[in-house]
């Protein structure tokens, strides 16, 4: 259905080329205006200028990184269930390896219960979950004192399994990730996931964390935009990367290569992807007339917005190279003359008549 809209709203958009601009204008689609269209009456048509490139900088501020994260510090571990711990009794191997000194060290270690307890000799049964590593060694050193004079013990993890965080979407390594009694920033654990460079889109990481979802523009991270350094991950944490297969700008009209663009950063500018496209078609866009159209998955509630690069003046790239797309954009380059009509009549017909069996289909179903 979105795409029926997009090409919808393409024809709209090549009718519009015929018409005189005029900033902040609105320009009714004619007989495009028909209801089975559902495309809407009017569009607003802003001309690309410095002043309108400074607006729209102004509205795109850089997502600063939200409070919530940035005032989380990570607490002392606490030694919770599937904790592996290697406790040792200096002088006393018996109770340090049981297994053997010749083992290796897990061999020796003890596994938390998923109660959250262990057995220690001398000692018995201990609840341990929620301890320090200090409070366990003070009270194992106090408990097996009435059999070992003066004992000295030591408590370390060797394996880390009770506090995870999660990591799913266009990494190449997802999965779990264990939080140790060195805290766990996002950065590390990116790294160890690694992004993929090709697949994923950079701009939308999506951290939930107790009910919320945070999204953060890893771009922004990296190169020091955000106002962080990093973020401290919270146990139960999950990271989701989305793919680029949807983050995309579609390319129309008199361009060498017309396709849909994917990218991975938050904007990409209006000459990068004309660039992506081979450029304009010296043949047929001698008007030179560039539309970015903006707003379509809305078009039903509000006008969408038509911006308008004059590209006959070489300037004009200059324009068009400090003007930011967003994923979803739809950029036109308009024919020029006998061929934009000529062009415009032979595709109106057939997607009009798509766009009315859409209408028709969805109207059924609701």
């Not at 030694?79 to 290697?86: E, H, K, R, S, V």
Request: charged share 20%; proline share 6%; glycine share 8%.
């Amino acid at each position: 259905m979105r795409k029926l809209l997009l090409v919808g709203f393409f024809l709209a958009t090549v009718h519009i080329t015929g018409c005189a601009l005029a900033p902040g204008q609105h320009v009714d689609t004619g007989e495009l205006n028909d209801k089975s269209t559902d495309i809407g009456s009017h569009v607003n048509l802003v001309p690309i200028t410095p002043k309108s490139i400074a607006v729209e900088r102004a509205l795109q501020q850089q997502r600063d990184i939200p409070r919530a994260l940035l005032d989380y510090e990570p607490p002392i571990y606490r030694i919770g269930p599937g904790d592996t711990l290697y406790i040792t009794v200096w002088e006393h191997p018996e109770l340090t390896s049981p297994a053997g000194a010749q083992q290796q060290t897990v061999s020796n270690g003890r596994l938390v219960r998923p109660d959250g307890t262990l057995y220690y000799p001398y000692v018995g049964t201990i609840d341990v979950d929620g301890m320090t590593i200090e409070q366990l060694r003070a009270y194992i050193a106090s408990e097996i004192a009435a059999y070992i004079e003066q004992p000295q013990v030591d408590v370390n993890i060797i394996e880390f399994a009770s506090k995870r965080v999660w990591l799913n979407g266009a990494f190449d390594d997802p999965g779990t990730q264990a939080i140790t009694n060195t805290p766990l920033t996002l950065s590390q654990a990116l790294g160890e996931a690694h992004p993929n460079a090709e697949e994923a889109n950079l701009s939308n990481l999506i951290l939930a964390r107790d009910g919320m979802d945070y999204h953060l523009d890893i771009n922004q991270i990296r190169h020091g935009l955000a106002n962080a350094a990093d973020i401290y991950l919270k146990p139960g944490d999950r990271i989701f990367l989305p793919y680029n297969d949807h983050h995309q700008i579609y390319l129309l009209g008199e361009v060498n290569r017309p396709r849909a663009l994917p990218f991975r950063t938050a904007y990409i500018s209006l000459a990068e992807a004309l660039g992506e496209a081979g450029g304009l078609d010296q043949t047929t866009s001698k008007g030179k007339a560039v539309y970015v159209i903006r707003g379509v998955e809305d078009l039903q509630k509000e006008p969408a917005t038509v911006y308008q690069l004059d590209a006959k003046s070489p300037a004009a790239f200059v324009l068009a190279h400090n003007f930011d797309l967003h994923a979803g954009d739809i950029v036109f380059v308009g024919a020029s003359g006998v061929t934009r009509w000529n062009r415009f009549l032979n595709q109106l017909l057939p997607f009009t008549a798509i766009l009315r069996d859409s209408a028709r289909t969805r109207n059924d179903f609701n």
